[in-house]
């Protein structure tokens, strides 16, 4: 199967659907494909489960970004200026890194630093 992740205002995806590979065998057969059974002319991009192509699988909220031609997650939802798109990957990483002592740790918004995840028996 090809995915096709449709693109709205504002670069944003609003739907996420999938195309056979027997209809769908270049990009542009796929869009056309789409855009003839919804009777449309929609921006439709082509997005890869393995995200061996455009950074990232398409999901709903996602922005697409025609300048890295990449879909880009949703941002965390934090108010901290801590959470920047790192340009290589196209994901929202911490500023702060999070420890690498082989524990787990979640992101405290009101401390902005990382506090261990302790799990009770």
């Known amino acids: 199967m090809a995915y096709f992740a449709k693109i709205g205002t504002g670069n944003k995806v609003v739907r996420v659907t999938k195309v056979d ?18 009777e449309t002319n929609d921006v439709w991009k082509q997005t890869f489960q393995d995200g061996s192509q455009r950074k990232h699988y398409a999901g709903v909220g996602y922005k697409y970004d025609s300048t890295r031609d ?21 994901i929202w990483e911490c500023s702060i890194p999070c420890p690498d002592d ?7 918004e009101t401390t902005n630093s990382w506090d261990e995840i302790i799990w009770v028996k």
């Open 70 to 90: 990449a879909f880009i997650p949703i941002k965390p939802f934090y108010k901290s200026k801590f959470w920047i798109l790192n340009e290589d990957t196209c």
């Open 102 to 108: 082989g524990k787990r740790y979640k992101w405290n």
């Open 21 to 38: 590979d027997t209809i769908a065998t270049t990009e542009q057969s796929g869009v056309d494909f789409l855009n003839n059974l919804f």
